[in-house]
């Protein structure tokens, strides 16, 4: 079994910023991709940035140069850097992670979730 717990949410003022964190633990053979979501109330569970084993990241439009995110591959751990948060980016955000527990058989392992929420 495979745990991915989150860490790092909280209240900000728009302009501040935070820092998540996902680590991984368990049965893990390898890691594919690690990434962040996000869901506000009445709205759909959205991406919001990915990076794969190799390094490589993708960005929602609305994040672009604001975020970044990162990965310690060693500790199987995501970062997700907020920086000039908005309150638009009030959301509940969830850990995403593509992880192989035996080879060739990749699942999709989801985090409880860390609340954000940005004052304005």
């Known amino acids: 079994q495979v745990q991915l717990v989150e860490s790092g949410g909280g209240l900000v003022q728009a302009g501040g910023s935070l820092r998540l964190s996902c680590a991984a633990s368990?049965?893990?053979?390898?890691?594919?991709?690690m990434g962040w979501y996000r869901q506000a109330p009445g709205k759909q569970r959205e991406l919001v940035a990915v990076?794969?084993?190799?390094?490589?990241?993708n960005y929602a439009d609305s994040v672009k140069g604001r975020f970044t995110i990162s990965r310690d591959n060693a500790e199987n751990t995501v970062y997700l850097q907020m920086n000039s948060l908005k309150p638009e980016d009030t959301a509940v955000y969830y850990c995403?992670?593509?992880?192989?527990?035996?080879?060739?058989?990749?699942?999709?392992?989801w985090g409880q979730g860390t609340q954000v929420t940005v004052s304005s």
């Open positions: 995403n992670g593509r992880i192989m527990d035996r080879p060739n058989i990749p699942w999709d392992y």
């Open positions: 368990g049965s893990i053979f390898s890691i594919n991709r």
């Open positions: 990076i794969t084993s190799g390094g490589s990241t």
